[in-house]
Nanobody, 123 residues
């Protein structure tokens, strides 16, 4: 069964950091572009970051540039999202998604989705 599982979410104070992980089971992420998305209550899902299959090309939403870093470890079949300098506006459910193509996009055109992990930034 093909499955993406996010982990690493939780409660953090403003200015803090979290690292989200997206692990795959049942298939390899090596040949898939990966995206991270988030959705807060009452808001539309938005693209946060994405990475191509080689890891050489990444994209970020303007709201997270300079604070978030996406990376992948194909040997571990895992993609990471390092989130620094978190603010309450980053509070959301974060989802990872995988697409059967090399190039990543920041729109929701992905083939596989995880169940999400909650990130709450609050003092």
């Amino acid at each position: 069964q093909l499955q993406l599982v996010e982990s690493g979410g939780g409660l953090v104070q403003p200015g803090g950091s979290l690292r989200l992980s997206c692990a795959a089971s049942g298939f390899t992420l090596r040949y898939l572009a990966i995206g991270w998305f988030r959705q807060a209550p009452g808001k539309e899902r938005e693209g946060v970051s994405c990475i191509d299959t080689s890891g050489g090309s990444t994209k970020y939403a303007d709201s997270v540039k300079g604070r978030f870093t996406i990376s992948r470890d194909n040997a571990k079949n895992t993609v990471y999202l390092q989130m620094n300098s978190l603010t309450p506006e980053d509070t959301s459910v974060y989802y990872c998604a995988a697409a059967r193509r090399a190039v990543c996009v920041m729109t929701a055109e992905y083939d596989y989705w995880g169940q999400g992990t909650q990130v709450t930034v609050s003092s």
